[in-house]
């Protein structure tokens, strides 16, 4: 009877290791980082993230990389991206599916970053105001230091980006083929962002582009978690966030200097956003 009663049990054991997500294995999380460089690239950036959060909190991350910037809202408001990574501006329009878990810093704007506007030297641009009428690509009018920083910098020339330039979104949203949108002539001008000046240094002449303008601050990037997680895996992921600020190669890898939390006054900043 005792020997039948220990057989029960291991096979009960064994169900339950077989049929209980999480028991025999950690449970996966899903992390969406906004597309805005080559697909390659962002694997070769991101992949290092997921791994350390996995190795602080114990929790499997999958990277994910959507193909557009409303194939990345799609996943995160739907929650089959647990975790996101994504400027101001889309997190505005994911917000109320998601809590803010930490903000990118780096360099002397802390949680702000700046855009530039950039074109060819030979090509006859001189000041911001000559760029009126002209053909300006831009990585997208949900980018934050691809447009909404340079949006904000034309206002002091009571120039309206939208009415004032004629704007192209660049192929697939990149930030590299606005800089080769430049550079091969099909636009006057480019809006990036100021850390993807030389993102393309490698592939052309760059000594024939040139920063017009370093255009006006806009909030960092915000890490988020969807709402359905529960609040001690966002704390874990909060706390691993903000650790990885001693890990330098790591956080420069992905072009920040680490994670803060944020603050009132940061979260105020993004409400006050003109992403009209």
């Known amino acids: 009877m005792r020997k039948r009663l ?21 449970q996966t999380y899903r992390m969406a980082v906004l597309p805005r460089y080559f697909p390659i690239y962002m694997h070769e950036r991101f992949t290092g993230l997921a791994n350390a959060i996995e190795a602080d909190t114990g929790f499997r991350v999958a990277l994910e990389i ?13 929650g089959l991206a647990q975790f996101s990574f994504q400027n101001p501006l889309v997190f505005i329009k994911v917000a109320s599916e998601v809590v803010p878990v930490a903000v990118a810093s780096q360099g002397k704007g802390g949680t702000r970053i700046q855009g530039m506007i950039i074109v060819r030297k030979d090509g006859g641009i001189a000041n911001p105001q000559s760029l009126k009428g002209k ?22 020339y009571n120039l309206d980006v939208v009415q004032d330039l004629f ?18 002539g099909r636009a006057a ?4 962002s100021a850390a ?3 993102r393309m240094d490698q592939a052309i002449d760059s000594k024939q582009i040139q920063v017009l303008a370093t255009t006006s601050w806009v ?14 895996v966002v704390e874990k992921l909060r706390r691993a966030l903000l650790d990885l600020s001693a890990n330098k190669p790591l956080v420069e890898s992905i072009g920040v200097d680490g ?5 009132a006054a940061f979260l105020k900043s993004i409400d006050q956003l003109d992403f009209w």
């Open 135 to 156: 053909k300006v690509s831009v990585v997208s009018t949900q980018s934050a230091g691809g447009y909404l920083s340079q949006k904000e910098f034309f206002k002091k």
């Open 196 to 198: 993807s000046l030389h």
């Open 167 to 184: 704007l192209r979104e660049a192929t697939d949203y990149l930030e590299e083929n606005v800089i080769m949108d430049v550079f091969e």
């Open 219 to 232: 909030p960092n990037w915000i890490f988020a978690a969807h709402r359905s997680v529960a609040p001690q």
């Open 66 to 78: 959507a193909d557009s910037y409303d194939d990345h809202m799609d996943m995160v408001k739907s």
């Open 259 to 263: 994670f803060v939390a944020p603050d």
């Open 189 to 192: 001008a480019g809006f990036i």
């Open 6 to 26: 220990e057989f029960l049990l291991a096979e009960l054991t064994l169900l339950l290791l077989l049929f209980i997500p999480g028991i025999c294995a950690a």
